[in-house]
């Protein structure tokens, strides 16, 4: 017991020396001298000025002009990935235990981050935002039939079907680009879902899919991606944001420098939104060695929850 409580002291003792620490930082960063840098900071730039001057502020880069591939088109080929918890929720959102704490623990919990819509929120008809609310409570909800009531509950996520657009790009897997002179292809790692982008001819999709039909074009540097066909089953995220089938995507691939290119997604669909709406984000070149996308074919992890129950005898 008095072990316990020399340890319990000495945690307790660290903890104090950390707040006292960040106390003072907080205090250090109000003071004078920290106020007068950050005011200069602000001031116009001199007619003078140096190369350390010149260096863009985080977030905002330099001219760019990206490399070209052979037939003269912006190289954007590589292996890219996002680095936001839209997944989660694109929305800002507090971190979450997630589902079944009680036996996952942390391993389960979902972190919190930062929104990725301009403005904030999703311009949700009354009856659809009802609707959102509804995905969201039965997020974890599977009941799998022969029709499409199969797809009345629980996150596409889950039930390792395929993402759909824009969500593809900011689950946490990397993708692959690559092009050639007609089309561009996307390998996602989730599912080994694939998109092939039309350059040259341009055509109307003749099915619905998951993962919609591409248009593409280029404006400049930046590849266009005008993306309609999509079945009414995928989300945005597992908060329970949705669309119907009369969703159209425009995306802008932007490369800003040899390793990030920004992305942009244009959502409309009249049916469920009363405007189209904006996600905005970075992604990141992959730059590790010999790097390359796995298999994340995630089908054999779900056959029991999704079919257990039309086993003839119980699993043991």
Not at 287 to 313: A, I
Request: proline letters at 9%; charged letters at 25%.
């Amino acid at each position: 017991m008095r072990h316990f409580r020399q340890t319990e002291l000495r945690y307790l003792t660290a903890d104090i020396v950390a707040v006292a620490a960040l106390s003072l930082f907080l205090v250090a960063a109000r003071t004078p001298t920290a106020v007068q840098a950050q005011t200069t900071a602000q001031r116009p730039a001199a007619r003078n000025t140096s190369a350390a001057d010149k260096i863009p502020a985080p977030g905002e880069f330099p001219p760019y002009k990206a490399p070209r591939t052979p037939d003269g088109k912006p190289d954007l080929s590589g292996v890219w990935q996002a680095f936001v918890t839209a997944d989660i929720d694109v929305h800002d959102h507090d971190a979450q235990a997630g589902p079944h704490p009680e036996i996952m623990g942390a391993y389960g919990a979902w972190p919190g981050g930062q929104g990725i819509v301009e403005g904030g929120e999703i311009p949700y008809k009354p009856e659809a935002l009802a609707q959102k609310k509804a995905n969201a409570e039965k997020r974890m909800v599977v009941n799998i039939t022969s029709d499409d009531r199969r797809h009345d509950t629980g996150d596409p996520e889950l039930k390792c079907f395929r993402p759909g657009i824009p969500r593809a790009n900011y689950m946490p897997f990397p993708f692959q680009i690559i092009q050639s002179p007609n089309s561009v292809m996307i390998a996602y790692e989730f599912v080994g879902a694939l998109r092939t982008i039309n350059m040259d001819e341009h055509k109307e999709a003749p099915a619905d899919s998951w993962m919609g039909w591409s248009n593409g074009h280029w404006e400049g540097d930046t590849l266009v991606v005008d993306t309609t066909g999509f079945v009414p089953y995928t989300w945005f995220d597992r908060a329970g944001d949705y669309h119907s089938d009369a969703l159209h995507v425009v995306e802008r691939y932007m490369p800003v420098s040899p390793y990030h290119l920004v992305y942009e997604a244009t959502i409309d669909d009249p049916k469920v939104f009363t405007r189209p709406w904006k996600v905005s984000f970075p992604l990141y070149r992959r730059m590790e060695k010999n790097v390359q996308l796995l298999d994340f074919n995630c089908v054999e992890f779900v056959e029991e929850m999704n079919y257990g129950r039309y086993r003839k005898q119980p699993s043991k």
